[in-house]
Nanobody
Framework: VQLQASGGGLVQAGGSLRLSCAASGRTFSMYAMGWLRQAPGKERDFVAAISNGGGTTKYADSAKGRFTISRDNAKNTVYLQMNSLKPEDTAVYYC????????????????????WGQGTLVTVSS
C-alpha cells in the first residue's frame, strides 16, 4: 500500500491550503482514511477522519469549523481542506489508512491506522 501526500507549503495566518493523498495498493473504497499531524517536538495527533463511503467524518476540536476532510473513491484520493490557518497548525501532515475493511466507523486513534504516507509539511507564518 502506498499513500502519497501533497499540497503542503508556506502560508500566512488566515490562509488556506488543500492537502491531497493518493492511495494505491489495496481497494481504497473499503477503508476509512485519516489525516494526522506532528508538530516539531510533539507527538503525532489526530486531525480528521472519514469513513470508507464518505458518509461519516470526525474532527479534532482544533480542526472543527476550519478543516474539511473529503474523499473521491473513483480517484483513490482523500483531501483535507484547511481554512483560517493558524501558526499552531504548523506541522507535518500525514494521511493514513484505517486497518479495518468495510468499517463505517472512523477512529481518532493512531493505532487504528496501519499504512501511512510520507507526510507533507505545512508552515503557517504569523
Amino acid at each position: 500500500v502506498q499513500l502519497q501526500a501533497s499540497g503542503g507549503g508556506l502560508v500566512q495566518a488566515g490562509g488556506s491550503l488543500r492537502l491531497s493523498c493518493a492511495a494505491s495498493g489495496r481497494t481504497f473504497s473499503m477503508y476509512a482514511m485519516g489525516w494526522l499531524r506532528q508538530a516539531p517536538g510533539k507527538e503525532r495527533d489526530f486531525v480528521a477522519a472519514i469513513s470508507n463511503g464518505g458518509g461519516t467524518t470526525k474532527y479534532a476540536d482544533s480542526a472543527k469549523g476550519r478543516f474539511t476532510i473529503s474523499r473521491d473513491n473513483a480517484k483513490n484520493t482523500v483531501y483535507l481542506q484547511m481554512n483560517s490557518l493558524k501558526p499552531e497548525d504548523t506541522a507535518v501532515y500525514y494521511c493514513a489508512s484505517d486497518f479495518r475493511p468495510n468499517n463505517r466507523l472512523v477512529s481518532s486513534q493512531t493505532d487504528d491506522y496501519d499504512y501511512w504516507g510520507q507526510g507533507t509539511l505545512v508552515t503557517v507564518s504569523s
